[in-house]
């Protein structure tokens, strides 16, 4: 077992608690009453370098719990593949709302509702410049791009090198514009891997703050350190049948751009 001290990384506190000495992640118990859930075992240390802490337990706001369901809030810069029995995936530099499983089970159900688009997901995101309509569906085929393997690239139906390739269905519209950027709720009907990033790069409209899908010299607002992308809303069924709704606020860091652009 191994234990350390608490530190601070990026403004939150970290903690690692005792944990087996496997490289792997798993849940932990509340700490203090507050969300501590992240533990990883055995950091990484090598041949004449000093033994290094790893990140193990960081605080983060609880949205709901029970019996077998946690919702957090996760903050940018966590990658969510971190959480043993995710029911989703947010993207690394994406906040918001990540539904984890406390069981075996109700990891199934969650991922089934996911996988039959039974599940209502919306996020809020800056974008550069000013779309044309007021809200509206983008429906493309989402495919790896072969220039880069990290990236999804748009496909057309019916267009050269389309087969294959995997419907994404995009809606939003428009909640606020401002001089360079527009902000907008979005909601995806499928779930393609940097769907939402993917379509509005291609609609020339990229997410602000986006380095991987963002077009040569867009503009960035003052102080956005980070891809303009929260989860905001989330509506699932919980193994008890209720229909259950999940909230999440922008982070103060995105509040604070916004306020600099009004």
């Given amino acids: ?37 992240l533990v990883r075992a055995l950091p990484r240390h090598g041949r004449g370098r000093r033994f290094k802490p790893c990140i193990a337990h960081m605080k983060m706001k609880k949205i709901y719990e029970d019996e077998n369901v946690l919702a957090i809030a996760k903050p940018a810069g966590i990658n969510s593949d971190n959480f043993e029995k995710r029911a ?36 809020i995101a800056l974008i550069v410049g000013h779309l044309k309509n007021k809200e509206g569906i983008v429906e493309t085929l989402l495919g790896r791009s072969p220039q880069d393997r990290r990236k999804q690239k748009v496909y ?9 390739k995997r419907k994404a269905i995009t809606k939003y519209r428009v909640l606020q514009k401002f001089k360079k950027y527009t902000l907008i709720e979005v909601e995806p009907k499928t779930g393609r891997k940097h769907q939402i990033r993917a379509h509005f790069s291609y609609l020339s409209h990229p997410i602000a703050g986006d380095k991987m899908y963002g077009l040569k010299n867009q503009p960035i607002p003052q102080g956005l350190k980070r891809q303009f992308l929260h989860a905001s809303y989330l509506k699932i069924k919980l193994p008890d049948k209720e229909l259950k709704e999940f909230n999440s606020i922008l982070p103060e860091e995105l509040e604070e751009i916004l306020n600099n652009l009004s």
């Fill in 156 to 164: 057309l139906d019916h267009g050269p090198k389309a087969e294959g």
């Fill in 88 to 123: 989703h995936r947010l993207d690394k530099d994406t906040s918001g709302i990540l539904l984890i499983a406390k069981n075996d089970k109700t990891l199934e159900f969650l991922q089934e509702q996911f996988k039959n688009r039974k599940v209502v997901k919306k996020y």
């Fill in 1 to 37: 077992m191994v234990r350390a001290p608490s530190l601070y990384l990026g403004g939150f506190q970290v903690r690692v608690l005792a944990c087996p000495l496997e490289p792997y992640f798993c849940l932990a118990r509340p700490y203090q009453g507050q969300l501590a859930q």
